[in-house]
């Protein structure tokens, strides 16, 4: 079992940056892939960026250029360093990891909310 805490959110000003951080404890060794997804309010849970054990990133659209993925095993955390935030990148921001291949984040936190006003 792993268990995944995000933490990092915040309200900010358009323009602003944040750093979410998200700790992962349980059977940490198991933990291939690692990701960060996003539901605004009133949409549904989309994709933002995701990282493998080995390092290799990949992120949304929406993400390319303003958001960055990073990983520090030792640690078993995984960080969304997040620039130039626009209104539209209002969400709750969940972390995931993949245990078992056969589920991909099939592991969750519980979200952490960021607030980007005009």
């Known amino acids: 079992q792993v268990q995944l805490a995000e933490s990092g959110g915040g309200l900010v000003q358009a323009g602003e940056s944040l750093r979410l951080s998200c700790a992962a404890s349980?059977?940490?060794?198991?933990?291939?892939?690692m990701g960060w997804f996003r539901q605004p309010p009133g949409k549904t849970r989309e994709f933002v960026a995701s990282i493998t054990r080995a390092g290799r990133t990949n992120y949304a659209d929406s993400a390319k250029g303003r958001f960055t993925i990073s990983r520090d095993n030792a640690k078993n955390t995984v960080y969304l360093q997040m620039n130039s935030l626009k209104p539209e990148d209002t969400a709750v921001y969940f972390c995931a990891a993949t245990v078992d291949i056969a589920s991909p984040f099939g592991s969750w936190g519980q979200g952490t909310q960021v607030t980007v006003s005009s």
């Open positions: 349980g059977s940490i060794f198991s933990i291939q892939s």
